[in-house]
């Protein structure tokens, strides 16, 4: 099991959490079954995402995974909605996320918490108690990172919150986003612009022949050949033998092959 300290794990229980939740993200959360998860955003009511989550039902409740830098200004702004429902949000400090590679369920320390599928993978999140181990693996932790971006999944961070709609960071593409289903803050912006198509910047996802540890929000320059677009940096892991991998929001074509990146002053190519 790989610790995942950049995650944070929230417990949404009683009788009205399943209506609550979906009332307030972008996925149908009333059609999970028992143990099944999906991701879903947390936008503002300008169809910004303040948050990606991945959200399971569990028994009586529903468990949601997402950046632990988000989830505390992000629980105190759902408490503010819940009025007179019957729900109760606790963020679960007790508990820390890993991961782990599997074709099948891996076994949960507690039969109180669940085991989450990470939709479209083999990875899995475990809940277990106690802290982050100190001995962290780092390699390992940028390698599952990497696969992440890789796959689209971006976690946000209090810079990057409340930037970009979900079409913007492709996150309609992993399944986070349901054009059918009823209101929710944000969704009229959110499905105008999928129904009108004028999304007119999209995520890049590129792996870097050199180091470039951009800040969030920061300009890197995407090239296509003798032409050049700029982007916006979101995310990022360190890959091996120093290179990276970056999350880039662009107006670049996504049909268009990039091979270089510039990063105030430094060109490195593209793998």
Known sequence: MLALPYLSVIRFSGADAGDFLHNQLSADV??????ESVFACYCEPKGRVLALMLVCRFQDSY??????????????????YVMRSDVGIEVLDELTVT????????????????????PDSNHW????????????????Q???????????????????????????????????????????PGQEIV??????????????????????RPESLEKIKVFSGDTSYDSVFVDGAHGADDGDC???????????AADR???????????
Request: aromatic share 6%.
């Open 63 to 80: 468990y949601v995974v997402m950046s632990g830098a988000l989830s505390a200004a992000v629980t105190a702004r759902l408490k503010i």
């Open 191 to 212: 499905a105008r612009t999928h129904y009108l198509g004028k999304v007119k910047r999209h995520p890049r996802v590129l792996c870097t022949s050199g180091a470039l």
């Open 142 to 184: 940028n390698h599952w990172k990497m696969s992440e971006l890789q796959r689209g999944i971006s976690w946000l961070c209090p810079q990057t919150s409340g930037q970009f709609l979900p079409q913007m960071l492709g996150f309609d593409k992993i399944g986070a986003v349901n054009f059918r289903k009823g209101c929710y």
């Open 99 to 118: 991961g782990t590679d599997s074709d099948e369920a891996p076994e949960s320390p507690s039969a109180s918490v669940p085991v989450i599928k990470v």
């Open 261 to 271: 990146v510039e990063y105030q002053g430094t060109v490195v190519a593209v793998l």
């Open 246 to 256: 970056v999350f880039v929001i662009t107006r670049m074509d996504p049909e268009l």
């Open 125 to 140: 999140l475990v809940m277990r108690a106690g802290p982050t181990p100190e001995n962290e693996d780092t390699d390992s």
């Open 30 to 35: 009333l059609a999970l079954a028992d143990s």
